[in-house]
């Protein structure tokens, strides 16, 4: 370990992927400095399964216990101060959720939590990016999933509202969203343009990041509807292989980018922001900040 650092570890088991994060915090007198140390992206699609009211198949679970065996013996390489492996939509909808938990433990000695919306939420929350924006401003933080959608409003600086809605790359690829479902988020969005109109979008999610990286933008520069609206109809253009061949996508990013831009450009069109800003955070990074948060609180006061 690099001195004069601590080493956090987190999971998010996803409905599109399963990551594995290590970060450092390094302890300066302008506050804590998080860098990554490493992260793992496992295409395990656990999304495909659960979405369609089946149990999550007997291969994916081999594969999900086989990452975090890996996860267990690189947390010990590590030596980290402390970790947290939390499980979103497709495990907290799966037939099989608890039954999974349960062997994953039983096999690896890893503990999943399964968290629902508004934790979810609450953990994206501790990355305080809002806090490193104007205060004058609302905005609103908006991370896509392969299963649901998390929004949380900051106004004056301070989280006012917080919603989880079950429209996901996942669940959109798959046809699993009605009318209903979007007809509730856009009220939420009218409702929150009504009284607050935010001035960013601050976009979580791999998709998103991937729009900001094939925009060549500099890091919190803001990146306008209107170039996100033309990379979906540029992408669209683009046949499955091509998106691979020519833009580098993994495949799993490939299938699932053009549903998760239509859900950034929804919330723009209704929640009335023009501009997004794309910090490269998501829940991962929030549960090292919670992490570190709790550790410091428990850690003896330095004489």
Known sequence: MMKDSLLFAAVDIGSNA?????????????????????????????????????????QKVAAL?????????????????GFRVCAT??????KNGTEIVQKVKEESGIEIELIDGEEEAALIYE???????????????????????????????????????NIGTIRLKENLVDEKAWKEMRLWLEDIKEKFTPKYIIG???????VFKLSMLKPMQPLSAVRVRKWRIDLSKLSFDEMIAE???????????????DLFLFASRYVGSK?????????????????????????????
Do not use: W
């Not at 939509?89 to 799966?94: G, I, L, T, V």
């Not at 800003?277 to 003896?300: A, C, F, N, T």
């Open 18 to 58: 399963v990551r594995l994060f290590f970060s450092y915090v390094f302890e300066t007198k302008l506050g804590p400095v998080y860098k990554k140390a490493a992260l793992v992206r496992l295409p395990i699609r656990l999304g495909e399964d659960s979405f369609h009211a089946k149990p999550i198949s007997d």
């Open 65 to 81: 216990i086989d990452a975090m065996k890996a996860f267990g013996h690189l947390k010990s390489a590590y030596a980290v101060k």
């Open 89 to 94: 939509s497709a495990m907290r909808d799966a």
């Open 127 to 165: 990355n305080h990016i809002a806090e490193k924006l104007d205060s004058n401003y609302a905005y609103i933080y908006m991370d896509v999933g392969g299963g649901s959608t998390e929004y949380t409003l900051f106004v004056n600086g301070q989280k006012a509202a917080a919603r989880s809605f």
């Open 204 to 210: 979580s999610g791999g998709n998103i990041n991937t």
């Open 247 to 261: 833009l580098n996508l993994r495949p799993d990013r490939a299938d699932v980018i053009i549903p998760a831009i």
């Open 275 to 303: 501009y997004f800003i794309v910090p490269k955070v998501g829940l991962v990074d929030g549960i090292v900040h919670q992490l570190y948060e709790e550790y410091s609180e428990k850690r003896p006061l330095r004489s």
